[in-house]
Nanobody, 123 residues
Framework: QVQLVESGGGLVQAGDSLRLSCAAS????????MAWFRQPPGKEREFVGT????????AYADSVKGRFTISRDNAKNTVYLQMDSLKPEDTARYYC????????????????WGQGTQVTVSS
């Protein structure tokens, strides 16, 4: 099993930056891909981006490309989501996820999930 714990959410203004963290524990060696998803109020969960835990290669949704950056620190078993130039439409609960296989932008392909952290961007 793998446990994921997100942190770093909060209330910010449009244009601000925020960094989310996802600390992983357990059978980390089995994890190949880690991802961030978000779920805006009243909407379905949507893909934000992924990172290959070994190579560090990231991939992003078009809606966040150029504003969000995913990185990882394997020594700390932590993945980060740096969010810059935040917009009100980025308001959502952000979830960290992990899977034992390669890239996927589909939430149902992920086996492990954190509890989420709320990000609210005011205009």
């Amino acid at each position: 099993q793998v446990q994921l714990v997100e942190s770093g959410g909060g209330l910010v203004q449009a244009g601000d930056s925020l960094r989310l963290s996802c600390a992983a524990s357990g059978r980390i060696f089995s994890i190949y891909t880690m991802a961030w998803f978000r779920q805006p109020p009243g909407k379905e969960r949507e893909f934000v981006g992924t990172i290959n835990r070994v190579s560090g290669h990231p991939a992003y949704a078009d809606s966040v490309k150029g504003r969000f950056t995913i990185s990882r620190d394997n020594a700390k078993n932590t993945v980060y989501l740096q969010m810059d130039s935040l917009k009100p439409e980025d308001t959502a609960r952000y979830y960290c996820a992990a899977r034992n296989f390669g890239f996927s932008s589909s939430w149902y392909d992920y086996d492990y999930w954190g509890q989420g952290t709320q990000v609210t961007v005011s205009s």
